[in-house]
């Protein structure tokens, strides 16, 4: 009954009359009326850039106890309104504070109900990350897209920090809306009945000047109760990788619609070319780079990847390995292959305006005597105990398979019976069975590949009754990782080199184990996530 009613009051309240297209100025706010038949109304801040409410179809869905903007607030800013052709509504909103140096964008096309975005940077936040984050009314959009409740906190407890809870025997978290850099296109809270949408819609280069390549996630949805947030972040010290870029940021897109997830709004942006945004460069400016890839195993993604200190750009190639570039900003670029997401190759490239520029890369020759390998090299921990669940649940989990200590006998059992992550204290150590005919009559390698590490983890092997050395501690990552959905860190690979005669005919046993310092709470114990193991000579 009460969808009912709400889809009547919808109607309702929608004027069988267009209002016109303009801005409407006050001493608080500029209000901008998309003049579109969806009645389509936005209002700014005039004082520090917030929007303080959007109306669509006659129904306010702004949360009003706190508002929509970059970061929790820009806390003050010079904001300013125009028109251009009679078709575009442009606030500008700039601030140079010790926290912000940035000019904000909003722009409201006439006919739309869409409010675009874009955000200049100058220099990084003084908070440490950048996103712009819209708080909309929890109980007109309660629902999040693309994955459902995992980021849904409502009536939880917390249980980890101040962003992991427990909601009716599930752990939930604003973490768990992640999805990476290449997939990303399009997050949406939605009405309970699925009667009206509203979504965060990337263009092409929208990730241009973030951080963290094309296999970096971070937080898109949360509905955590009295309002639910649909973002877009920027950048952030989320499992950081990179330093921070500058610049333009954007376009991205806040789209309000009837009719569904909207798969792209691209071809809407090319008009930002005649608005005056600064750092805006047009594809006219810009350059592609087209090639093939080879060397990447058959029934693996092939991902290139370009980046340099301002600019980050990525591509599926093809199953053939044919790519061309998005249109990139001039410069040069270090471009790297993948398997899934694990690096093949790496060479130099240059781009320049209106130019096509030929670079084929190729994977180097993996030529091995395997005698088992446990895993995939593709740069993820897919098919190992619970990395079907990680990206959307805490370890801790009800859902979640026992993380053991585990054993895994080569040769008969499951991919499942080896862990995602090693726990130093928690499900250590990992160990190994495994049969040879005969005895190495060299040394053999173990190779140990990780794709993330916490609190200085890494892995130290026993082979049989030889101990192998701990290796050095690898580059340090600031943040949560795997309680937080994450798993991919820098990707160490770890070569274990095992004297002659420590392998024997028949029967032998490799332990894992995790070294590092200091230990923690049960699941932020120093820990390592696998990528595969192997065994060659």
């Known amino acids: 009954m009460h969808l009912f009613v709400q889809s009547v009051a919808l109607l309702g309240c929608v004027s069988s009359a267009f209002a016109a297209f303009g801005i409407t100025t006050s001493t608080a706010s500029y209000a901008i009326d998309a003049g579109s038949a969806e009645s389509f109304v936005v209002t700014v801040s005039r004082t520090n850039c917030d929007i303080t409410s959007i109306k669509y179809r006659g129904v306010e869905y ?5 508002k929509s903007h970059i970061a929790s607030g820009l806390g003050s800013a010079t904001v300013s309104a125009t028109t251009i052709n009679s078709q575009y509504a442009k606030i500008t909103c700039v601030v140079k504070s010790a926290d912000f140096d940035l000019t904000h964008y909003y722009v409201v096309k006439s006919g739309d109900s869409i409010v675009y975005m874009a955000t200049n940077t100058n220099a990084q936040p003084a908070i440490g990350e950048l996103r712009y984050i819209a708080r909309l009314d929890s109980a007109l959009l309660p629902l ?23 909601v009716n025997g599930q752990t939930r978290s604003k973490f768990y809306s992640s999805e990476r850099f290449i997939d990303d296109k399009v997050q949406c809270v939605t009405a309970s009945d699925a009667s009206i949408h509203a979504c965060m819609v990337l263009s092409t280069p929208g990730k241009e000047a973030s951080s963290g390549g094309p296999f970096f996630r971070d937080i898109n949805t949360n509905n955590g109760g009295a309002y639910t947030s649909l973002y877009n972040y920027m950048n952030s010290g989320h499992v950081q990788t990179e330093a921070y870029r500058t610049g333009l940021h954007g376009p991205y897109a806040l789209q309000f619609s009837r009719s569904g997830i909207p798969a792209s709004v691209d071809a809407n942006f090319a008009f930002f070319s005649d608005l005056g945004i600064s750092g805006y460069v047009a594809d006219s400016g810009r350059g592609v780079v087209k090639g093939t890839a080879t060397g990447v195993a058959s029934g693996f993604q092939i991902v290139v990847h370009w980046y340099n200190s301002a600019s980050q ?26 398997q899934g997401e694990f690096q093949l190759a790496s060479q130099s490239v240059s781009v320049s305006a209106g130019g096509t520029t030929t670079s084929n890369i190729a994977g180097a020759s993996q030529s091995r005597n395997t005698l088992w390998k446990i895993g ?12 079907d669940k990680q990206l959307r649940m805490h370890p801790s989990d009800s859902r979640m398979s026992s993380w053991g200590p585990l054993t895994y006998t080569v040769g008969s059992s499951a991919l499942t019976d080896f862990p995602m992550a090693l726990f130093k204290s928690v499900n250590t150590p990992a160990t190994i069975k495994f049969t040879l005919s005969s005895a190495p009559s060299g040394t053999t390698t173990l ?9 200085g983890a890494r892995p130290v092997a026993k082979v049989n009754s030889w101990q192998g050395a701990t290796p050095a501690a690898p580059t340090k990552i600031d943040s949560r990782g795997v309680t937080r959905g994450a798993y991919r860190g ?14 024997t005919s028949g029967s032998n046993t490799i332990t894992i184990d995790v070294a590092s310092g200091s230990s ?3 699941y932020l114990q120093p820990n390592v996530i696998f990528d595969a193991v192997e065994l060659f000579n």
């Open 62 to 66: 702004q949360y009003q106890s706190t």
């Open 144 to 166: 999040e897209y693309p994955f459902g409740t995992a980021s849904t906190t409502v009536g939880g407890t917390a249980i980890e920090g101040s962003d992991v809870y427990l």
């Open 313 to 338: 750009y990525w591509v599926y190639a093809s199953s053939s390995g044919a790519f061309t570039s998005p249109a990139m900003k001039p410069g040069s670029y270090t471009m790297k292959l993948y």
């Open 376 to 387: 995939d090299w593709d740069g993820q921990p897919k098919g190992f105990r619970n990395a």
């Open 447 to 455: 190779r140990i590949g990780t794709t993330l590490s916490f609190a």
């Open 490 to 503: 820098f990707g160490e690979v770890y070569d274990v080199t095992i004297p002659a005669g420590t392998l």
């Open 520 to 522: 923690g709470d049960t």
